[in-house]
Nanobody, 114 residues
């Protein structure tokens, strides 16, 4: 399964972005999926997860109340709606399974200016 992230960009603080993750195969829909991010000089961190059916979601404390994860299994896609963005959200964002079992995609750069 190949993963491709998109939707990043440069945005001012308190702005919004919507990230997308496209999977190449329908086996995507069997997995609990997650968004991760990696800021310069920092380790990759878990941002949000969503179960295979989309009913249960979880968020890192740093994004709770601002980010919303969702998925559309019919389109083999997952999304991350990011609102009230902060400069500390600046990072490369990646999607993968919760267990990081798939090859990493290229990621999408999110830059939030103050």
């Amino acid at each position: 399964v190949q993963l491709v992230e998109s939707g990043g960009g440069l945005v001012q603080a308190v702005g919004s972005l919507r990230l997308s993750c496209a999977a190449s195969e329908s086996t995507f829909r069997l997995n609990t999926m997650a968004w991760y991010r990696q800021a310069p000089g920092k380790q990759r961190e878990l941002v949000a997860t969503i179960t295979s059916g989309g009913r249960i979601t979880n968020y890192a404390d740093t994004v709770k109340g601002r980010f919303t994860i969702s998925r559309d299994n019919a389109k083999n896609s997952m999304y991350l709606q990011m609102n009230s963005l902060k400069p500390e959200d600046t990072a490369v964002y990646y999607c993968n399974t919760r267990g990081m079992s798939l090859n990493w995609g290229p990621g999408t750069q999110v830059t939030v200016s103050s």
